[in-house]
């Protein structure tokens, strides 16, 4: 008997096969699927660009912050009533004085004050450092403990950070927008420098070893992005000073100065591309770019003191004698003056005069050894500073240094 087997239904007219329809389907499958992907692509990219964009808008703000704080210090210190020179600082052996936003920063061997251009005094900081030191840029300032390993910075109304470092702290330098290099002992090295931005954020990062030596100075180019760092080594049996000219934005040393036989004293830049380097013996002229030297002043006296103005240096030099002799120096290291230094202890030099510190006063003079004035002091100043006012500093005090017949 056979069964009966109904015929197949027809394909209805225009309908594809079903095969075609599996194909149209996984097809259709797989755009949607290029769809999502491109779709999370696209995402990630906005997220990224995002971060990207909240990151750069985060350090414009952190900087507008800065500035504002810093605007901020100056309103509020100049509508503070009192204020005026002499200013009691209570530093009786001072280590260091800088000038810092038109005043000073003082340290003494326990504390740090600070006074405003006016004379009034802001702050007084307990370092309780045992090798402390200043580093200074704007209207901030670091103070560190040399072969110890903290430090802090500081605005002229409040601690900004503390930090704690893992290696014994060389020497630091800061620049005029407030960026902070340190050099510190290494493990691996013979030094580590790091620079960190205002907020103490790593952005570079510079070994040196035996070749290169110890850090020793660290001075910042206006610009804020370049640095020139001095090391010291023993070379055949003397001091050799080496500077390395670094910038932030590239891996390699720009170039460097190889001073043989010499040790660096002081270091900074004259304008954006030179270098002002005094030495043991000499002080030379560099061009920043190659390291090339453009002009030298050698003295084969004792170098007692020195101090750099702009592109102007004044010499404190003994003699075998025993006596003194001042020497300032300008453009291109060109002698302006020789004189007689009688009995000095020390020189500041500015951009218009010289100033000579001897036992009991200043005497002032002009850039080419010409005698103004004296003023008499009845103690020895240990230093003069040009900030927005004329200042010396003598015993536990900063006052206006000022020709005798302004004395009121």
């Given at each position: 008997?056979?069964?009966?087997?109904?015929?197949?239904?027809?394909?209805?007219?225009?309908?594809?096969?079903?095969?075609?329809?599996?194909?149209?389907?996984?097809?259709?499958?797989?755009?949607?699927?290029?769809?999502?992907?491109?779709?999370?692509?696209?995402?990630?990219?906005?997220?990224?660009?995002?971060?990207?964009?909240?990151?750069?808008?985060?350090?414009?703000?952190?900087?507008?912050?800065?500035?504002?704080?810093?605007?901020?210090?100056?309103?509020?210190?100049?509508?503070?009533?009192?204020?005026?020179?002499?200013?009691?600082?209570?530093?009786?052996?001072?280590?260091?004085?800088?000038?810092?936003?038109?005043?000073?920063?003082?340290?003494?061997?326990?504390?740090?004050?600070?006074?405003?251009?006016?004379?009034?005094?802001?702050?007084?900081?307990?370092?309780?450092?045992?090798?402390?030191?200043?580093?200074?840029?704007?209207?901030?300032?670091?103070?560190y403990n040399r072969a110890g390993y903290t430090l802090r910075v500081e605005s002229r109304s409040q601690n900004l950070y503390t930090q704690?470092?893992?290696?014994?702290?060389?020497?630091?330098?800061?620049?005029?927008?407030?960026?902070?290099?340190?050099?510190?002992?290494?493990?691996?090295?013979?030094?580590?420098?790091?620079?960190?931005?205002?907020?103490?954020?790593?952005?570079?990062?510079?070994?040196?070893?035996?070749?290169?030596?110890?850090?020793?100075?660290?001075?910042?180019?206006?610009?804020?992005?370049?640095?020139?760092?001095?090391?010291?080594?023993?070379?055949?049996?003397?001091?050799?000073?080496?500077?390395?000219?670094?910038?932030?934005?590239?891996?390699?040393?720009?170039?460097?100065?190889?001073?043989?036989?010499?040790?660096?004293?002081?270091?900074?830049?004259?304008?954006?591309?030179?270098?002002?380097?005094?030495?043991?013996?000499?002080?030379?002229?560099?061009?920043?770019?190659?390291?090339?030297?453009?002009?030298?002043?050698?003295?084969?006296?004792?170098?007692?003191?020195?101090?750099?103005?702009?592109?102007?240096?004044?010499?404190?030099?003994?003699?075998?004698?025993?006596?003194?002799?001042?020497?300032?120096?300008?453009?291109?290291?060109?002698?302006?003056?020789?004189?007689?230094?009688?009995?000095?202890?020390?020189?500041?030099?500015?951009?218009?005069?010289?100033?000579?510190?001897?036992?009991?006063?200043?005497?002032?003079?002009?850039?080419?050894?010409?005698?103004?004035?004296?003023?008499?002091?009845?103690?020895?100043?240990?230093?003069?500073?040009?900030?927005?006012?004329?200042?010396?500093?003598?015993?536990?005090?900063?006052?206006?240094?000022?020709?005798?017949?302004?004395?009121?």
């Open positions: 008997m056979e069964l009966y087997t109904p015929p197949a239904s027809p394909q209805p007219e225009n309908q594809p096969p079903q095969n075609l329809q599996q194909a149209r389907a996984v097809r259709l499958s797989e755009v949607r699927r290029r769809r999502q992907r491109k779709k999370c692509r696209m995402l990630a990219l906005l997220a990224l660009l995002a971060v990207v964009v909240i990151a750069a808008l985060a350090g414009a703000f952190r900087s507008s912050v800065t500035a504002l704080a810093d605007l901020g210090d100056s309103i509020r210190i100049g509508l503070t009533p009192g204020g005026s020179y002499p200013v009691k600082t209570g530093i009786g052996q001072l280590y260091q004085v800088e000038k810092l936003a038109g005043g000073f920063v003082e340290l003494g061997e326990k504390d740090v004050v600070l006074a405003s251009a006016s004379g009034l005094k802001l702050r007084t900081i307990q370092h309780g450092y045992a090798r402390p030191a200043l580093a200074v840029g704007g209207s901030r300032f670091c103070v704690t470092l893992d290696n014994a702290i060389l020497v630091c330098g800061m620049s005029q927008n407030g960026s902070l290099a340190v050099a510190t002992r290494s493990n691996r090295y013979t030094a580590e420098v790091k620079v960190y931005s205002p907020n103490f954020v790593y952005r570079y990062g510079w070994n040196t070893t035996d070749s290169e030596g110890t850090p020793i100075r660290i001075a910042f180019a206006p610009d804020n992005k370049r640095l020139a760092v001095a090391c010291l080594r023993a070379d055949a049996g003397q001091m050799t000073t080496g500077i390395y000219l670094l910038d932030t934005r590239k891996d390699a040393v720009s170039t460097d100065i190889q001073a043989q036989g010499s040790t660096l004293l002081q270091l900074s830049w004259v304008g954006s591309s030179q270098l002002l380097a005094v030495y043991d013996h000499y002080t030379a002229l560099y061009d920043a770019a190659t390291g090339k030297e453009r002009a030298r002043f050698e003295y084969g006296d004792h170098l007692l003191d020195a101090s750099i103005s702009g592109k102007y240096v004044g010499l404190l030099l003994g003699t075998k004698g025993g006596a003194t002799q001042l020497v300032t120096l300008g453009t291109n290291l060109n002698q302006l003056a020789q004189v007689n230094g009688s009995g000095a202890v020390g020189v500041t030099v500015t951009g218009t005069a010289v100033y000579q510190l001897d036992q009991s006063g200043v005497t002032c003079l002009t850039l080419k050894g010409v005698e103004k004035w004296r003023a008499k002091l009845g103690v020895q100043p240990q230093a003069v500073v040009s900030a927005k006012k004329l200042l010396v500093f003598t015993g536990s005090e900063a006052a206006l240094l000022t020709a005798p017949e302004q004395n009121g």
